[in-house]
């Protein structure tokens, strides 16, 4: 019995020094564990005496309570000590400032898309969009431009192998659309587009466009003058004036630059609009009978009107930003106007 009473001292001497719950657990496993002094002790009884044998049982079960019971002890006060040091560390200066986190906002350039997705699906059209790496067929073949047409030229097209192109406009979705679809059709395009273009404060080597395609029977200039007029109206304000210029595009026939008045002066003129009253936005025109041909549409039952305007330039006119580089240099005094 003094062999147990000194496995005792010598536990309670070992477990006053403890620190951590570590250097606990191996003094755990060397006195409870699998082959640790108290199973040693468990398996000396079959060696005793019978008569000893109930008599030292019960002292070494005694001992393993004493163990367990100061081990539990000890775990527990070890852990609140932990608990008390990382709530200690962890303390929350109520009084200093709150974090402020920045709220992120809409791109400019995307509020604008979907305000023209929300006018033109207020008047009936349906909205596309299209892949940016084009087949020549599409972006010029089937749009009217030959193969030896400027608009190939390698100085203003980004082109990927032979014949397949970055699209350099949204009118290959006129072609698309009109081989899926039948007629009658009302459809716009919103997506970006590339050209070979230097950057500078009017131009850009990537843009982004709305094509717009009405085909039915009967349609006239007069309809796409009155699309366009209704479009600018709510977008740019109810005073907005609009205005044709005789232009060439392979695909319309007749073709036109479409102008509105500006939004600075109000059509007087002003530095803005160098006073001439107008801002140029984009082209226009009505299909030519070649691109219906094209995609087996009879262009003596029916007829169309397509125009293509730059979503960048809608912005800049309708917010006053002098730079198109602006909406890509991701200056936040910028965006946060917006």
Not at 65 to 86: F, G, P, R, V
Not at 105 to 112: D, G, M, N, Q, Y
Not at 134 to 149: G, R
Not at 217 to 236: D, V, W, Y
Request: net charge neutral; with cysteine; charged share 30%.
């Amino acid at each position: 019995m003094e062999f147990n009473e000194d496995i005792e001292k010598q536990f309670f001497e070992k477990i006053k020094n403890i620190k951590d719950l570590s250097e606990l657990k191996k003094i755990e496993i060397e006195y409870l564990g699998k082959k640790g002094i108290v199973q040693e002790l468990y398996k000396k009884i079959k060696d005793l005496p019978e008569e000893k044998r109930k008599e030292f049982g019960e002292k070494v079960n005694n001992l393993r309570n004493i163990i367990e019971s100061s081990i539990e002890s000890t775990k527990a006060q070890l852990e609140s000590s932990l608990a008390d040091l990382k709530l200690s560390s962890e303390k929350i200066d109520v009084t200093l400032p709150g974090l402020h986190f920045q709220r992120g906002s809409i791109h400019v350039l995307t509020k604008v898309i979907e305000e023209v997705k929300s006018i033109f699906v207020s008047m009936g059209f349906d909205v596309f969009s299209g892949p940016d790496i084009e087949d020549d067929y599409y972006n010029f073949e089937a749009l009217n431009i030959p193969e030896h047409h400027p608009a190939r030229d390698m100085q203003d097209t980004f082109y990927l192998a032979q014949k397949i192109l970055l699209r350099t406009q949204t009118s290959p979705m006129q072609i698309r659309i009109m081989k899926k679809l039948k007629p009658p059709i009302r459809m716009i395009a919103i997506g970006r587009c590339y050209r070979r273009d230097a950057l500078d404060s009017s131009h850009s080597p990537q843009f982004h466009q709305v094509e717009g395609l009405v085909v039915d029977k009967g349609i006239s200039f007069a309809n796409l003058k009155a699309t366009l007029s209704e479009f600018s109206k709510k977008m740019f304000g109810e005073n907005t004036r609009i205005r044709f210029t005789p232009s060439y595009f392979p695909f319309v026939e007749p073709g036109s630059e479409t102008s509105i008045s500006c939004v600075i002066c109000g059509g007087k003129g002003c530095p803005v609009c160098k006073y001439t009253g107008f801002l140029e936005m984009g082209g226009s025109g009505m299909v030519h009978p070649n691109v219906l041909r094209n995609v087996g549409i009879d262009p003596d039952e029916f007829q169309g009107f397509a125009f293509g305007w730059g979503i960048e330039r809608i912005a800049m006119v309708k917010y006053g930003i002098p730079d198109i580089r602006y909406f890509y240099q991701n200056d936040l005094r910028f965006l946060k106007q917006f």
